[in-house]
C-alpha cells in the first residue's frame, strides 16, 4: 500500500515509518496541517494515517483537532481514502471529533505497531472491497500474512517484484497502467519508472512460467493478470 502518515512527534514518526516500510509499504510523511493538505492534494494513497494534534504554521499552539482540518478539506472535496486516526486514549471528543469528520477508524496512543498495519489493511479492505485471500489459477494472496503460494508451496520474491504482484491482485482481473502502477509503488524518496517497471514484470513473468498463471501486456493500457487458457 501506499501511505501518508502524519505526524509531528519526530521519535513516533520514525518508528512508524520504519515499521511500515519494513512490512513493505510505501510511505509519504507529513508533520503539520499544511504538509498533509499539500500531499493529500498531490497524492492518491491506499490509506492515511492521521495524528489528530498537529501544529498549524499560523498556530503553532493550536492543539486538539488541529489535524482535522486536514481530514475535513479532503472529505470536502469528494477524497475517499481510507483515514485512520490516532488519538489521546483516553480523549472521547478526539475520537468522536476525528469519526464525526470522516474518519475510517480510530487507534488510541499509545499503540502496538502490528495493530496500526492491521487497522490500515482493515480500512482498505473495507473501502476497496478487496478480501484477505485471493487467488488467481494456483497463485493464491495471503493478504493477512503478507505471502504469495503457488500450488500450495511458498513464492519468495523480493520486495520490488512482490510489491507489483501484489498490485496486479488488488484485485485480480483489472488492467494495471504503468502510470498507476507507478504512483502506487513510489514514494517520494524512490520512483519507480517504465523501465524498472518492465524488468520486474519481465521477471515475475519468468517465476510464473508453469503455474497457469500470466501476466498479460494490453499495448496501451497496462498490464493484466489473468489465468493461462488451457
Do not use: C
Not at 130 to 143: F, K, S
Not at 189 to 206: P, Q, T, V, W
Request: charged share 30%; net charge neutral.
Amino acid at each position: 500500500m501506499r501511505i501518508l502518515l502524519v505526524e509531528d512527534d519526530l521519535v513516533l514518526r520514525d518508528v512508524v515509518l520504519r515499521s511500515l516500510r519494513d512490512a513493505g509499504h510505501r510511505v509519504d510523511v507529513a508533520g503539520s496541517v499544511e504538509d498533509a493538505d499539500q500531499l493529500w492534494k498531490m497524492q492518491r494513497f491506499d490509506a492515511v494515517l492521521l495524528d489528530l494534534n498537529l501544529p498549524h504554521s499560523s498556530h503553532p499552539r493550536s492543539g486538539l483537532g488541529s489535524g482535522l482540518t486536514a481530514l475535513k478539506a479532503a472529505r470536502a472535496r469528494g477524497d475517499r481514502t481510507p483515514v485512520l486516526v490516532l488519538t489521546a486514549r483516553n480523549r472521547t471528543d478526539e475520537r468522536i471529533a476525528g469519526l464525526n469528520a470522516g474518519a475510517d477508524d480510530y487507534l488510541g496512543k499509545p499503540f502496538d505497531l502490528a495493530e496500526v498495519e492491521a487497522r490500515l489493511r482493515a480500512i482498505v479492505r473495507r473501502t476497496q472491497g478487496t478480501e484477505d485471500q485471493v487467488q488467481v489459477g494456483g497463485l493464491l494472496l495471503d493478504r493477512q500474512h503478507r505471502r504469495f503460494s503457488v500450488h500450495g508451496q511458498p513464492l519468495s520474491l523480493p520486495a520490488r517484484e512482490f510489491e507489483v504482484l501484489w498490485e496486479l491482485m488488488t484485485p485480480a482481473g483489472r488492467v494495471v497502467s504503468k502510470s498507476e502502477m507507478a504512483e502506487k509503488l513510489s514514494d517520494l524518496e524512490d520512483y519507480l519508472g517504465d523501465n524498472a517497471l518492465e524488468a520486474f514484470i519481465s521477471r515475475l513473468r519468468k517465476k510464473l512460467s508453469g503455474t497457469g498463471v500470466r501476466i498479460r501486456t494490453l499495448r496501451g493500457l497496462g498490464y493484466m493478470l489473468e489465468p493461462e487458457e488451457g
